[in-house]
Structures are given as structure tokens and as C-alpha cells.
């Protein structure tokens, strides 16, 4: 079974401040890395996407890959109270040629005004 | 902007029965997957669903539960004796192809609750 670890949290950050969420892989052969946002009852809602090393930014959020590392992480820039919520980071795993979402724990977040 | 939707978005049983939780993909898509979440903890994968047939199942996914795309826009999970453990929230996801930079995106989820 591939694992995907974050640091449960909670995560208190004050607004306008960076929120940092990390989390790490067991499958070193893992190509696709996501975050999604979950607020509480709700499904859960595409952040962003990563495939291959380094920085991709959109907008407030900046997602980091280091794949010899098997680390992912996510930068909020200017938090807002908005922001609060559960980030669950996601792993494609690949079995005989299927794939599913692997999924962490996710981190909760919590933006103070 | 294209959703995928579910019915009802909250289902109560009681134990021993039947529940049939619906789900409707975007239209052009191709690969379907059911997840739940027990409260409070993590997102798990139980099926995926291709060209009308089972591709993968999770160990949770065990001979109560059933899949069925009957009619071309449903996709549907059905669990057909309810325990009190699979009370939970029920994600149906979909995605157009199966490449892996391919995103599954997820409708607003059916609560299950059994009694």
C-alpha cells in the first residue's frame, strides 16, 4: 500500500502571513502530485497540480516538488481568514496500468484574523 | 462550468438495507471512481470504472458493494446489506482520459448515515 504523509495539524497562521504545508510519498515512482482544499461536509476542490520538479505558482499559491526527496509542499502567500480549511495532498498510483488517487490525511488550516 | 452531481446529498438507512447512492459525471468523460471518507479521517478509494467495467477495487470494496453505469449519464454505487461502518461521505469522481496529468474532479458527495 503507497502511503501519502502529512503533518495532521492543526496549522495556525495570522492573516497575510505564509501558510507552508508539506507532505511526503512512499512511491518513488509517482509522476502526478495534487492539492485539494476540503472545507468541512464539502468534497474536495483542486488547488493545484504537479508533475515535475521545482516551482509552479498560481496566483496565491506556489507548489514545490522534489521528487528525489519524494516531498511536495504548498505555499499560501497573503492567507486569508478564506483559506481556512483542510488540504489534502494526492498521489496518482499507478497498478497495472489503473490509477487512483492516493490521498494523505490532509492538514488543517486555520487562517487568524 | 461542467460538475459532476450526486443524489441525495443525504442518505439514512438502517442497518441490513439496501442503498443505492447516484452519481452523474461530466458528459464527456470517460473513467469513473466512487471514494468515501469516514468522518475524520482520510479519503479512500474503492472503485474505478471503464468502458462499463470494474478497472480497479480497493480492499474495502467487498461483494456488498456493486457499480453500475445504466444508462449512459448515471453512475451509480450500490451497497446492498448497509453496516454501521459504512456510514460515511461518498465522493463520485470522473475524469476524461486516464493520463496521469488528467485531473478527477469530484461532485459535492452523498452522506451516508446508518442506523
Known sequence: QKEVEQNSGPLSV???????????????????????????????????SIYSNGDKEDGRFTAQLNKASQY??????????????????????????????????GTRLTIIP | EPEVTQTPSHQVTQMGQEVILRCVPISNHL??????QILGQKVEFLVSFYNNEISEKSEIFD??????????SNFTLKIRSTKLEDSAMYFCASRIRAWSTDTQYFGPGTRLTVL
Open chain 1, 14 to 48: 495570522p492573516e497575510g502571513a505564509i501558510a507552508s504545508l508539506n507532505c511526503t510519498y512512499s512511491d518513488r515512482g509517482s509522476q502526478s502530485f495534487f492539492w485539494y482544499r476540503q472545507y468541512s461536509g464539502k468534497s474536495p476542490e483542486l488547488i493545484m
Open chain 1, 72 to 105: 511536495v509542499s504548498l505555499l499560501i502567500r497573503d492567507s486569508q481568514p478564506s483559506d481556512s480549511a483542510t488540504y489534502l495532498c494526492a498521489v496518482i498510483e499507478v497498478n497495472f496500468g489503473n490509477e487512483k488517487l492516493t490521498f494523505g490525511t
Open chain 2, 31 to 36: 473513467y469513473f471512481y466512487w471514494y468515501r
Open chain 2, 63 to 72: 461483494d456488498q458493494f456493486s457499480v453500475e453505469r445504466p444508462d449512459g
